[in-house]
C-alpha cells in the first residue's frame, strides 16, 4: 500500500520537464519572430523606396490612439509578469486579479483597435477601396502593410486572451500552483512577445512625420 | 514523499523590479513619441528604432526573464536574432545595389 502510494506520487513529477516546456516554447516564439521578421523586411524595403510616399500615408494614422494602445499592452505585460510572481510567491488573490487586470487591458486595445480601424474604413481607406486604389502605388503599400501587420498582430492579441483566460481558471483550480506553473510561464512569454511585436509595429507606423 | 526539492530553486522577481521596469518602458514611449514630433529626417528613424531596442531587452531581460533563466534561452534568442539579422542585412545589400 505505502509502496503503491509512493509509486503515484513519483509519477506525478517523472513525466514533468519544465526546461523542456519552456524550450519548445521559445523555439515556438523563434517562428513567430520569423514570421513578422519578414514582414518588416517587406516594410523596410517599401519605406526605402518609398519614404516620403509612406510619410504622407502615416499622417492619416492617430498617434493618440496608437501610443495609448502602447500604454495599455506594456501595462499588461506588467499585470502579467506580476501574477506569474504573485503565483510563485503562493500569492493566489493578487495573481487572479492581475490575470484578470491584464484580460482587461487586452480587451481594451482591442475596442481602441476596432474604432480606429473603424474610422479608417469610414473614411474609405480600407483594402481595395477605390479611395485607396486612388491614391499614389508607395500609399497603398502603407496600408496594405498597415492592415496585415496590425491585422496579424491582434490576431494574436485575440489567441493571447483565450490562453490567459486559461490559465485564469486553471489558477481558480489551483491546478496551477507554486510548484507547478509552467504553463502561466509560458502564456506569459507569448504575452510579452505579442507585446514586443507592437513596441515595434507603434514607431514605424504611427510615428513617421 | 519524494518532491523535486533537489530541483535548482526558481528565480522569483520581485515586484518592484516589475514597476521600475513599466516605469521605465512608458517614460520610453513618451520620449519617442516627443522626438517623433521633432523634424530629425532619418535621424528620427535610428532615434526611434533604439528606443524600441531599449524597450525590447527591457521586455526580453526583465518580464521574460532571459537574464535570470538558465544560459540555453540567451542562445536560442542569439540564434533567431542573429539570423534575423543576416536576412536584413543580404536584404539591404541587395536592395542598395540594385
Known amino acids: 500500500m505505502s509502496h ?12 514533468r520537464d519544465d526546461t523542456g516546456a519552456k524550450m519548445g516554447m ?34 492619416e494614422l492617430n498617434t493618440s490612439l496608437g501610443t495609448l494602445n502602447t500604454i495599455i499592452l506594456l501595462t499588461s505585460s506588467l499585470t502579467v509578469a506580476l501574477a506569474i510572481t504573485a503565483i510563485q510567491k503562493k500569492n493566489k488573490f493578487f495573481a487572479i486579479i492581475n490575470l484578470v487586470l491584464t484580460l482587461f487591458f487586452a480587451l481594451l ?15 474609405g481607406i480600407y483594402p481595395g477601396s477605390e479611395e485607396l486604389l486612388n491614391k499614389q502605388n508607395g500609399e497603398v503599400l502603407f496600408f496594405g502593410l498597415y492592415y ?13 486572451m483565450a490562453l490567459l483566460f486559461w490559465i485564469l481558471i486553471l489558477v481558480m483550480k489551483d491546478k496551477i500552483t507554486h510548484d507547478n506553473f509552467v504553463k502561466m510561464e509560458n502564456s506569459g512569454l507569448y504575452w510579452h512577445l505579442v507585446d514586443l511585436i507592437w513596441i515595434f509595429l507603434f514607431p514605424l507606423f504611427y510615428l513617421i512625420h | 514523499m519524494h518532491n523535486n526539492d533537489s530541483k535548482k530553486e526558481h528565480h522569483v522577481t520581485g515586484y518592484g523590479t516589475y514597476l521600475l521596469v513599466w ?11 516627443t ?59 541587395d536592395v542598395i545595389n540594385r
Open chain 1, 4 to 15: 503503491n502510494e509512493h509509486a503515484i506520487a513519483n509519477e506525478q513529477h517523472v513525466h
Open chain 1, 26 to 59: 521559445w523555439l515556438f516564439l523563434f517562428t513567430e519572430l520569423l514570421l513578422f521578421g519578414g514582414m518588416f523586411l517587406i516594410y523596410a524595403v517599401y519605406r526605402f523606396q518609398f519614404s516620403d510616399q509612406f510619410r504622407v500615408a502615416a499622417l
Open chain 1, 109 to 123: 486595445f482591442m475596442v481602441i483597435k476596432y474604432f480606429e480601424w473603424g474610422s479608417k474604413f469610414e473614411h
Open chain 1, 148 to 160: 496585415v501587420m496590425t491585422g496579424l498582430h491582434g490576431l494574436h492579441i485575440i489567441i493571447g
Open chain 2, 23 to 33: 516605469v521605465a518602458l512608458i517614460g520610453l514611449t513618451s520620449i519617442t513619441v
Open chain 2, 35 to 93: 522626438v517623433a514630433g521633432i523634424d530629425f529626417g532619418m535621424v528620427a528613424l535610428a532615434i526611434a528604432l533604439l528606443i524600441a531596442a531599449i524597450k525590447s531587452s527591457l521586455v526580453i531581460n526583465i518580464f521574460m526573464h532571459i537574464k535570470s533563466d538558465e544560459p540555453i534561452f540567451k542562445v536560442f534568442l542569439g540564434v533567431s536574432l542573429f539570423t534575423l539579422i543576416v536576412i536584413f542585412v543580404l536584404t539591404a545589400f
